[in-house]
């Protein structure tokens, strides 16, 4: 079976730089890279998802997470990096994002039909089961 993978990225260079090295991998039909906000895109997607991956700026994890969760098929994977955010979370940090992580966190473990575990690898991993 042949998958495909769907990128988003806001920052025009970075969308470029990956564009190019898709289409020198030859990777091009099997990777779309959509530029924009993934606030903005994630609405309009249609297409039903085996897995979510979010590395994106950290304030915006909370509604990320809101818009990815219908994307999903049951069974599917919602993975975000950072979920430990250096050691802040744990603290309890102030900064707007070490809040955002820890609102996102709480948001995805308490969340219905979800089955979530941070691994405490690197920076933390969160990964979320859609039931
Ligand atoms: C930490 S980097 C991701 C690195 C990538 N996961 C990797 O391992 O190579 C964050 C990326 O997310 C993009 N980004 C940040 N906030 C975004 C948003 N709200 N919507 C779309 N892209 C965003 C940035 O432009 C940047 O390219």
Redesign the pocket.
């Known amino acids: 079976m042949k998958g495909t993978v769907t990128t ?4 025009p260079e ?1 969308v470029k730089i990956a564009r190019k090295n898709l289409a020198e991998a030859g990777l091009e039909q099997s990777v779309k890279v959509i530029e ?6 994630l609405p309009t997607l249609k297409d039903e998802y085996d897995m979510i ?1 979010l ?3 950290k ?2 994890y909370p509604d ?1 997470f809101k818009m990815s969760v219908p994307l999903l098929r049951k069974g599917g994977l919602f993975v975000a ?2 979920a430990l955010w250096g050691g802040d979370v744990a603290k309890g940090g102030k900064s707007k994002d070490t809040q955002a992580m820890i609102k996102f966190n709480r948001m995805v473990t308490e969340a219905r039909g979800m089955s979530t575990v941070i691994v405490p690898l690197r920076d933390g991993v969160l990964v979320s089961l859609k039931e």
């Open positions: 988003i990225d806001m920052n970075r924009g906000s993934a606030l903005d895109v991956f590395d994106s700026d304030d915006v990320a990096d950072n």
